[in-house]
């Protein structure tokens, strides 16, 4: 909550047109790869500055330019002014804030999205803006930190796998968009191996702080779905062709793209239909439990009242108590007793209780 | 849930562009099926080997290929390259976690469905992937087990009955997918009588098994209410005659297919509610119980605190208390408490605890 | 919920294209009437056989075939040869299990509705299907069972009253669809009186049957839904005109339908919120009770738990208890029980227990 | 309710092109007002038939005829044949459970409307109907009884206040309509009031009655949404210039009136949330007195029971006890005693239960 | 509440067409500033009279005339004069209680916006109107009250940062609606930081004020929501080019105020959930609590009430039990007492209640 809110304020104190990096303080250098390729040649490189990118701009092949680090506002407004970018554009890259969504310009498309990462340390998922800039040749990704969930791609452009070589700079595109919602996939193993624990520890041993746990995998299906929705809208429009960067024989990736993303809402939506259950549940074996505690009092009380008065009627000190002074009083009275239980137990028997 | 999970996280590792199965490992045979029909002739085998049906595909005849096992990914590919198949679709064939959809490519349609069974012996439902393909005069069915809901359409086609004989390809692709829906009627049937059980339990005995009972429940109307939603769009849109292939006098069978998935659907819906009641019900019934074990024991104690007190009284040691030297002290003492005990009968009697 | 599911599973095993009757196995016999009217001329009569209707068809009258029973299947196949009807119609006829909906085929509408009535002595609603067959000069209505609610369009047709006599088929269509309209209107009555009744149990003493009471209510609120949603959409596009059998002087009085069933669908509603708010109302007045419950018990333990303390002091045998030897030890013990009594009664006075 | 349902059934065993009052059986006199002005002019009188409103109809002035009381049924046909209108327009007018509609016919345009009058008396909201008939030069209102919110604007079209006397019949039948609106405010500050002083209560003392009166309280929203909502609509259409007798000058007004019904719906949802909040509210209030109720129980109950208990030990009548013997045996004990209530109350302390 | 609904009543008296101030009565002076400026000059002055404003309404540099309080009625008719604007905008820059809207007159467009402020003192949040009227070049805007969000723009106009001064008046507007959006960030801040706060009470030590606050920050966001859903729908309709006065260059700027929009109903979303899931967590949290009493209570019962079962056995007065005159009679039930009390501890510890 807190770091996300601090951010917002400083978003609230940006001024429209200036360049503020929105996020955590950062700086380390921030790392420039470049990949460029076409069917038959393949280039892979770290560069210390910006400005060795941008002669790949000219050249045919294409070319995939990876930055991790955005907090460099310098770096940014060096690329925008390269590539013609709008300012607003390079205000949505910095602002990490934003929601999946995509904007066209006819020179080049501008996509932002969400990566999420299990942290194995925390136990917790943290997401992350990927900024992607797709032109007629070229593909800019934007991220905040190093470490990425691209590495496949990177692999078949390596080994020249699949089809994606002799393709241009939207199947790139296309490429990136996909291993990011299959890396959602992931998560939602993640999620799924911690709602079924949940769901053994519920049966076994709730507590509140299943309660607080049930509750905080709640919040994380709300986080992802924030992340899928408007990126399934964004894939959409992209494979309808509404981009005419995009070309025709990547639109039907781009709906198998959809496809994914429409199959990780559904499974996101099934996770919080059974999270809602599991709160009925244990609000209900809490109430059980409150339940057999009560009949345990129930049991004890009802039948130990009794026999305790009769303890007390005789010792009770009347002068005049006759059965006082009978022989077998005292056996007939614990008699009378073990009588009582016993039509006691078999109430309780026939109830179910014990 | 744990099955689920594994599959997609092998999903997730998927290059895009390269087949792999995604499903439990099986080694069985896959097992391929030919059936062979026109108004006048009908044909019907069980081939070993893929090659066998492609002579199949240039005949004016309608051609049904059923293959039982989409572990095979070579024999996946083979009918790909034979039918001209776009990648994607043999990716989907062989990913089973795909929602039902269908995709309109000129030449062939291709149709996801799920069949959902129900499993006698583990008293739950399991569902199943069947991908349709349609060309201009065949069906390729592919499905992950052997065994399905397609008899009633063999022998409609064997013994000629009904129109099924007189058609193309388009009206058996409908006839299959009818039979799937139809099916559907019969896991309704059995979920109906669970949610009699589940009744007439809740009324007599509801224990936490039935709250979990009837979440099982509820997880399976989640279930099925996934496979049909998607289906509904997609026959709507078959319907609606817009992949070509479907020719106009099968779009009213089509309809009235539309019908039943909505009929089905209804239905799921009623039950949802149905279930929902029953929590309330649950819930309710839980704590009408408490409230009966209370009322118990504070019958219980109400009446008994008063008399054991008075028999305190009596116990204690003055050396001056009158009463216990009177000669009927004892009895009066007993007659007290006996008024005490009736006026308290009374006062649970007028308030309908007893 | 069983008469249900039976008639699914029979539906499941149907064979496309083959007719079956779906619904309670029947002997009686059909019974056909036949009304036949023009501005001056009325004939009523009920006939034998299916056969003598056929005449009518060419007729330049109107003709109205009323047909109590569906399940002499032979029957209705007869009348769908004679009438050049859909095989799909037919087979919609006899599935009892249909939402309402309506199908256009040029030379005749077909619509399907469902009749709602109450059955006194089950003090439970009933549903029965109607099928409407309108032709450009006939009407043909199927029913499952004798019984309806036509009698006060029979009525009207009998005696000339209002426009009926001077307008077309697709006027008795309306009229007929409307008489269905107006019966609910007699349903929800019967609804009302029972959630009034229903509301003062609620407030004099609810109890678990009156929990289940609720949920019936709730589930008949379901059913009447089911059957007036769908039914809403029919009448709006046949209102609209998409029927051209439909003419422009009868559009306004299905306008006028149309409101009806939105009037009792914005009826419907109502009960269900109300319906749902009687469901807290019977939640919070068994916690209400629990609450009293718990305080009689507290009161009583408070109160006599430490008087009985005191008594238990003073029934000990120690050789040294000073207070047991003054004179007035008892009574002064008396006067301390009385005078904590008193402070007790007081606190619970204060707490607004008592 | 039961007045509601009375009505129903009535509407039930109507006869389509029948007029039938719908409504209450009243015997006082219809009360008929002509208010007829133009820019210049202006007349109001108050006539004993209807026909003397007939001549008004030919003149070009503007004409508002106000009709209070729709039973008598043989003056609103007189009303329809004068005006030319349609049967089924007659029968909406006599009908009072109309919902909020409009009806475009070339000559004339039809509106019903509620009408909703806070009744000081029962505490209460009370609804009437309220048909409109907007012609080329007159507005005929026709009322369920007489009183209305009217006034504001008799009163400008007699002091000539505003726009009101220089425009046509459609601004009168918009200012109607803007009144009618206005006057849900009203009612808004009225049902504000109460939920505030419901807020009260509920923190101060919460009792059944208070569940009670907050169910009240929602079933009032339910039923202002219920007018609300469709007059939304109509006022839209209207907005929208549908009807070709609302001119182009009128269309921002109305745009504004809309506006308007927009704000009472928000405040309705608003007072909804609030309303459901409350109810949460109540329920955690009752489970949290039932909380206060059990710790004094237990903490009565664990401080005494103890006690009592070691009363119990020294009041047995064992021949060898040796602390019976000791001096300083009963002191020691009291001791003992006083010790064990003070380990108890610092442990209640601690849990903060006192 | 209370002031809302004042206002309320006094709109529902309010005449249509007479201009009537909605809101607490203020007797302060209006205060009336100009900004004037275009790419190269720039004036800032407060005036007296609202007439020294009027010759800036021709001149071709862009003027932002900022009006501080609506009270003063005379004033804004006199704008609407100058202006021309029609009398309903006015009225609704009048009317406090107008919801965020649109409204497109040619010659200007009108907006009417809700400015949301923290209020430190009052630890709430407060809301004020704010109007907004676009001509072709300026920009009068209308605040309830002295002290707003706009100075960011300010600054830029002075500074001639940006490309603000270099645009015409529809980025002007643009602008100070995107000052206020961003505003909201604020807000949510505030609110995020309650919202943990809340988070770790209710963890720590809930009460049923912590129930109310939770209750408040519910209501707060509801507020909020319903300022910013219809923000973002007039946003949309801007940014879409709807009004001709908006150039196409501001509306890839709205489009971008759009998605921050977005992102404010986002985050609202979000904030309701957690919201919602608090008060599962309250609810749940008191039923432990409760629980955890009863715990107490049932195991000092069940320890202690068969102990001093056994001492009133022991305590009885009859002449004959053999036990009494046991030398190690008392001893002996002493160990029966401990091994009682053993086993009872051990049953607690098994069922994990100590």
Known sequence: MTRS????SKTARLIPGALVYVGE???????????DYNETQ???????????????????????????????????????????????????????????????????VFIVL???????????????????LLGAN?????????????????????????RIRKMGADFLAYALLDTIIDSYYLILEKMGEKIEEMGEELMSNPTPKTLQA???????????????????EVINSLGRGEPKL???TTHIFLRDAYDHAVQVIDTIETFRDIVSGMLDIYLSSVSNRMNEVMKLLTIFAVIFIPLTFMTGIYGMNFKFMPELDWKWGYFTLLGVMA????????????????
């Open 25 to 35: 303080k950062k700086t380390e250098k921030v790392r420039i790869t470049i990949i």
């Open 339 to 354: 009588v009582v239980v016993i039509v006691m137990l078999c109430y309780f028997k026939k109830k179910k209780w014990i």
């Open 114 to 132: 969400k990566m999420i990462m299990f942290d194995e340390n925390k136990n917790d998922i943290s997401s992350e803006q990927v900024s992607l």
């Open 246 to 248: 995009i070309k025709k």
């Open 138 to 162: 070229f593909v800019i990704s934007f991220q905040e930190t190093e470490g990425d969930v691209f590495e496949p791609v990177r692999d078949r452009l390596r080994n020249a796998k699949g």
């Open 42 to 108: 393949f280039q892979e490189k770290e560069v210390k500055t910006i400005e060795e990118c941008f002669p790949f701009k000219e050249t045919p092949t294409v070319t995939w330019i990876n930055i991790d680090g955005i907090h460099d506002v310098a770096l940014i407004e060096k690329v925008g002014k390269q590539f013609d970018l709008h300012p607003l554009v390079l205000e949505d890259i910095l602002n990490t804030e934003q929601r999946p969504k995509y904007e066209d310009f006819e020179s080049h």
């Open 214 to 232: 049930i509750h905080n995998l709640k919040r994380d299906t709300i986080l992802l779905r924030k992340s899928v929705w408007p990126l399934r």
């Open 5 to 8: 809110n601090k951010k917002m």
